[in-house]
């Protein structure tokens, strides 16, 4: 019987995937062989539960990439060739525990069926027979090992996860681009402070504002790397373009952190829309008081996400709009899951490219990018 829920969580998960994330649907390998599942049984000396055959004999795994089906940790689906290569990894990493270790890090009788990929975490499944454990779904973490209670049953945890695809936002699920992402947001807490609060004295101890960034500073190919599909529109947009985005983006994270109440940021924001650029300032000017006051402010209210937006309005109103765009982007990730399709739309709404890769930044030529370390290798792969 819960081999026929694996079948029918499928069944859900792929219909939803084909209508919302088909470039994640196209990631799901065809069905594994019996011959296959069964060699791999073997050569691990243990019984896969009949779910993990289920699963396997619907989708061999997912391929990696960043537009991989992953579950709601982060982990891509292995399949069969994955599980045994993850699997003799832990298995060697854990060769020196007792049984009561074992236990509790990595047992002989846990496989690993989906996996993190930038470490050793990732998801287990017991398989060790004659025990009511049998089938159970862990996560491994590498730092404090295996712990279950994720579902009974491997049947049981996809049909958890074709429920949280159909409640959608509110079960953390994203779609941009035809990928399906995992996402969760924590508003910001805009209702302290007031627009009347007074300036700081000039001679007020208060924390300094990094005012050391220009509009012609570079930055690194390896941020835009991070925002994916977005970064490498960003990186080819005309320089103006990029500067519109960077001044909306400034402004909805004013706006969404309640930066916007103050006019002397209001004010500075209002002049970049008119396509005046504000001087710079010392440390003294109201401008810069005001944020500064912030960063206090937001201190004493532990508000990590207003402070993190003070400190990247300094850089957006006198630094490079790459730089903007992408420290905006970052601070807005923590407030919202729309954030890639506002960033999309402050662009214009333009066709996104594919996902990067070294070739990509390797061959970029835009003098606002340093992209020289991707150059260089690129280059080597040439020779």
Known sequence: MTADLVQDSWSRIDAWLREYAPRTFATLRPPAGHEEIATAQEELGITFPPDLVASLLRHNGALDGPEAFRFSTGDRLLGVSGILGDTRFMRNIADDLDEEEAEDYWHHGYVKFGSYGATSDGLVIDCRTGRDSFGAIGRFFDETGTSFGKADSLGGYLAELAGQLDRGRDAGVVTFNGRL??????????????????????????????????????????????????????????????????????????VETGLNKYPEIKSALDALERGEAPSRPDQT??????????????????????????????????????????????SRSRLTVDWRADLHADLGNPSLPPTPDEQFWGTLRNPAIDSSWYAAQYAQEQD
Do not use: F
Request: net charge negative; charged share 25%; hydrophobic share 45%.
């Open 181 to 254: 992402l995992w996402a969760w947001a924590m508003p910001a807490r805009p209702e302290w402070g007031s627009a009347d609060d007074p300036l700081p004295a000039p001679n007020e101890q208060l924390p300094e504002l990094d005012l050391s960034c220009s509009p012609t500073d570079l930055l690194h190919a390896s941020y835009l790397d991070g925002l994916e599909e977005l970064g490498a529109l960003l990186a080819v947009l005309p320089r103006e373009r990029v500067a519109e985005a960077a001044r909306k983006q400034l402004r909805r994270l004013a």
């Open 285 to 330: 000017d109201p401008l810069a008081l005001r944020l500064r006051a912030v960063l206090v402010q937001a201190n004493a209210h532990r508000d990590d996400t207003r402070r993190w937006a003070a400190e990247k309005m300094a850089h957006g109103i006198w630094g490079s709009p790459y730089r903007s765009v992408y420290e905006s982007a970052g």
